[in-house]
């Protein structure tokens, strides 16, 4: 009889949901990252406009120096059970999951991450499928269901240091809940900015564009001693962050108009990330 002796390595391991960020260095190259983030396409319901579809994703396949995120409810997804009208939409849900696939494909390496929408939800709620989760998958993507938080770098010279890029913290969640005006559904975005520090905020889902700037003031931890009092002293400097709603590819009519919601802007915003100078972030609308 003999004992063994067995070394077993400690790892933190990340618990299922837990909130983690992703990191993405991009070309030190870029002077500029655009972010036309892609949400509620809703592919499936009759109303979708492929057209404002295909050009955002078109816009950055074209464009090197642009990176986007998925966002949610690309998919119509209606059951028996749910409020859309399943004898209407185009396709099964598998079958909006592989168009999706197949249109997303020839972006995946711009694509940085992606969450899923409350009309996919229906479907793992129902079935424990999660047809998101397959899209990343398929796309070689980072996926995270609830929110995802994103570390992007490019660039060089920040601060006129070789070598330094330009670091920008995003988050990205879906969103929740109904509203009606352009405030309430602003105020969601603006909730969530509560919670977790970034330098942009992205919500979804209730289709209308909202950009708004908001400005804190944060401690800087150099410091200094004051010659006339003796005193250690720092400043405190302005740390802008944004806030944006993203938009929809569904044009109006059906449950929107019987329901009393307003058109969406079919337009994507686009998120302009500065690579030279002071750190920026811009909202092209």
């Not at 009759?46 to 579809?53: A, G, N, Q, T």
């Not at 592989?98 to 991450?113: E, N, T, V």
């Amino acid at each position: 009889m003999y004992t063994k002796e067995v070394h077993i390595k400690v790892t933190k391991d990340i618990i299922q949901g837990e909130p983690i960020y992703y990191a993405h260095v991009l070309d030190p190259q870029f002077k500029e990252v655009l972010l036309p983030p892609i949400s509620d396409a809703h592919y499936g319901n009759p109303l979708f406009s492929k057209k404002h579809f295909l050009n955002t994703v078109n816009f950055i396949y074209a464009t090197p120096n642009a990176v986007t995120v998925l966002n949610g409810d690309l998919c119509e997804s209606s059951l028996r059970t749910s409020k859309g009208q399943i004898y209407k939409q185009v396709g099964s849900p598998q079958d909006q999951r592989d168009y999706m696939i197949d249109k997303l494909y020839p972006i995946r390496s711009q694509i940085l991450g992606a969450t899923i929408g409350n009309h996919e939800l229906r479907i793992k709620n129902e079935v424990g499928i999660d047809i998101c989760q397959d899209i990343a998958k398929a796309l070689g993507v980072p996926y995270r269901a609830e929110g995802i938080i994103l570390k992007i770098s490019f660039g060089d010279y920040n601060k006129h240091t070789r070598g330094k890029p330009y670091t920008y913290w995003i988050y990205v969640t879906h969103g929740y809940g109904g509203a009606r005006t352009a405030a309430a559904k602003a105020v969601k975005v603006e909730r969530s900015s509560t919670f977790i520090h970034a330098d942009a905020y992205l919500m979804s889902h209730d289709h209308v564009v909202n950009a708004a700037p908001v400005v804190y003031l944060m401690p800087d931890p150099r410091n200094h001693v004051d010659p006339k009092t003796g005193f250690t002293v720092g400043r405190v400097t302005a740390h802008r962050k944004m806030l944006i709603k993203t938009n929809a590819y569904l044009k109006w009519g059906g449950y929107a108009e019987m329901g009393g919601f307003s058109p969406t802007d079919l337009e994507t915003p686009i998120v302009k990330l500065a690579g030279v100078g002071k750190p920026k972030i811009k909202v092209e609308i």
